[in-house]
């Protein structure tokens, strides 16, 4: 498979063929990427929507203060691109994989058409990037050890069999002091409970209320997944409660947002 880069880029260098690890699926997925599969084609229009305009602002919140020019990040799971798109153009060099291919054949259609190379102050400076690939897990990256400055990953580890997987596989390619910024899906949320309520109802009544809830089987109380990011190496120094279309200082509240967001660093 040919990434695609912009013009002059130097891409993020995978592991080499002959050591590269595996890509099987893992089948317990499959229906979530199908989910997202047919959504491709509507997905960036989402951000235009409040409770995905909350989700641009919290993963904003947690990424306040960090200086993004010249380190290379991984979106994982990255959809049409939105948040891959946010960080090439805060500084870094960003590589935005998803296991759907409709996603990043859009993610590759938006960045050619709407995200143009930077200009270069300095002959010296390192080369801007950003570039989408096809994989199978995110579980399974196709990246050295230590080779990451940072990684966003954004409401996929509530769809994927195995959330421990992926947080050992981030582990591994972060160098240390690395940043991990991840939303995950908020068990104490009100707001979620009233989703599972509606999608319940609406599967006694034959209707498709709130679909993705299918599909997203992992959640976390912040104290829980906090003390997971621990048991892999990740030291967390900021939560955010976000999501759904209620007011922004009722998402911040731990009962509120549907999602929460964690800045961790990796020891």
């Known amino acids: 498979m040919e990434p695609e880069t912009n013009p002059g880029d130097q891409p993020l260098q995978p ?19 199908a989910y997202h599969r047919e959504l491709a084609r509507s997905w960036e229009q989402r951000y235009q929507k409040p409770a995905f305009k909350a989700r641009l602002r919290a993963f904003q919140e947690c990424l306040a203060g960090r200086d993004l020019h ?3 990040w991984l979106d994982a799971g990255s959809g049409s ?15 935005g994989v ?17 995200v143009a190379t930077p200009d270069v102050a ?7 990037q950003l570039r989408f690939e096809h994989i199978a897990t995110i579980a399974k990256l196709p990246l050295s050890d230590q080779s990451l400055d940072g990684i966003l990953c954004s409401s996929v580890l509530e769809y ?14 972060l160098r240390p002091g690395g940043l991990l910024v991840v939303s995950v899906a908020n068990r104490n949320s009100l707001v979620r409970w009233a989703q599972m309520g509606t999608h319940r109802l609406g599967r006694i009544l034959g209707e498709s209320w709130c679909a993705f809830l299918d599909h997203s089987h992992n959640e976390y109380t912040p104290a829980s997944f906090r ?6 190496g990740f ?33």
């Not at 592991?15 to 990427?33: C, F, G, N, Y």
């Not at 300095?122 to 801007?128: A, L, M, Q």
């Open 15 to 33: 592991i080499p063929a002959t050591s590269q690890r595996s890509r099987s699926p893992e089948h317990p997925a499959k229906d979530a990427v």
């Open 70 to 72: 010249g380190q290379d």
């Open 81 to 95: 691109g939105t948040l891959a798109r946010y960080l090439f153009e805060a500084g870094a060099r960003v590589l």
């Open 98 to 114: 998803d296991a759907a291919q409709e996603m990043i054949v859009m993610a590759r259609e938006l960045a050619s058409s709407d």
């Open 122 to 128: 300095g002959k010296h400076d390192p080369p801007r």
């Open 160 to 173: 994927v069999p195995d959330p421990q997987a992926c947080l050992t596989e981030f582990a591994r390619v």
């Open 227 to 232: 003390a997971l990011l621990k048991e892999h």
């Open 235 to 267: 030291t967390t120094s900021n939560v955010v409660a976000f999501g759904s279309p209620i007011p922004q200082w009722l998402q911040r509240r731990e009962f509120g947002g549907s999602l929460l967001a964690f800045r961790a660093v990796r020891e």
